[in-house]
């Protein structure tokens, strides 16, 4: 669900209020995102990324009486066209707050709108990539929010790839398999320079989209792909892995990982790996590593 607001005033419960902190997160931030139970867009990783793009990293903290019962990462963008005002200048959320179980999301969000009103924002943006409790989205239709569908696939993983496999469907189970017997090698990357050989692949994979008719599909522009990937990586937040055959890479994954959880981000296939099935190989190997790492859910997007 993708939500859009404007952040005209409302009455938020007087218990809940935001402390918010622009730029540099709060001491203990991803340690306690983390034990929370937190997604990857709820750490500070997300707020290096979010400068890197050019927007304003906001950390807020969420509190009933003083006490933290929740915490966000939001990006802010500026209007460029000063006649509009601040109606056009958006804060932005890639996932809703995590918050406590007795904390209600509308509550939160009441409590969030005034606050980004008052530091110039006109307009409030809640995705809710990886939210643990999607269904309360619903609700943010009665604050005046625009709604749009999501459609996500969080993958379980189990202690081993065998066991993981047994929860997969018999026609994926059947193609990792033989992808796995194909005679790839695979090895590691988190570079700048292994991000950019990823992207290198993406114009097949991009290509072969629009050929099925996808036409929408955009890859990343190089330059901001670039400055992401960069960002990620600083935090050390992102890794790279390469399915490889007679010295050729055919495809490759980009994965981010915060606390338990993996986040497939990117991806990209040569047209030898598409006939090889060297994605299939490429996603069995990752999962086998991080499974092998306690990692316990993979989240495909």
Not at 1 to 11: E, G, S
Not at 88 to 105: G, H, I, Q, Y
Not at 169 to 175: E, F, G, K, V
Not at 287 to 297: D, F, K
Request: aromatic share 8%; proline share 6%.
């Amino acid at each position: 669900m993708t939500a859009l607001a404007p952040t005209i005033p409302l009455d938020a419960p007087p218990a809940l209020t935001i402390r918010a902190a622009r730029d540099t997160p709060p001491p203990g931030w991803d340690a306690r995102a983390c034990a929370a139970g937190g997604n990857v867009f709820h750490g500070s990783a997300w707020g290096r990324v979010l400068a890197a793009s050019g927007r304003e990293p906001w950390f807020l903290e969420i509190l009933s009486r003083g006490e933290p019962v929740g915490f966000a990462v939001a990006g802010g963008a500026r209007s460029r066209l000063p006649i509009v005002g601040p109606r056009r200048s958006e804060l932005a959320l890639n996932t809703t707050p995590w918050l406590a179980p007795s904390v209600d999301l509308g509550d939160a969000v009441r409590a969030l709108r005034p606050v980004a009103r008052a530091r110039g924002f006109g307009w409030l943006e809640c995705s809710a990539f990886a939210t643990l409790r999607a269904a309360e989205t619903r609700a943010l239709g009665a604050l005046g929010f625009t709604l749009r569908p999501r459609l996500e696939f969080p993958m379980p993983l189990g202690a081993t790839l065998h066991e993981t496999m047994g929860t997969m469907s018999a026609q994926h189970r059947r193609n990792v398999r033989k992808a796995l017997d194909e005679g790839f090698t695979f090895r590691e990357e988190s570079t700048l320079a292994g991000a950019m050989r990823l992207r290198a692949l993406q114009d097949t994979t991009y290509g072969r989209r629009w050929a099925r008719g996808h036409t929408h599909a955009r890859p990343v522009p190089r330059l901001e792909y670039r400055r992401t990937m960069q960002a990620w990586l600083d935090a050390r937040s992102m890794r790279f892995w390469f399915a490889e055959r007679d010295g050729v890479t055919q495809s490759a994954l980009g994965i981010l990982l915060f606390g338990a959880r993996a986040y497939y981000l990117v991806g990209g296939t040569s047209a030898e790996g598409y006939r090889s099935r060297a994605a299939f190989a490429a996603f069995g190997h990752v999962i086998e590593q991080l499974c092998g790492a306690g990692i316990t859910e993979l989240h495909l997007g």
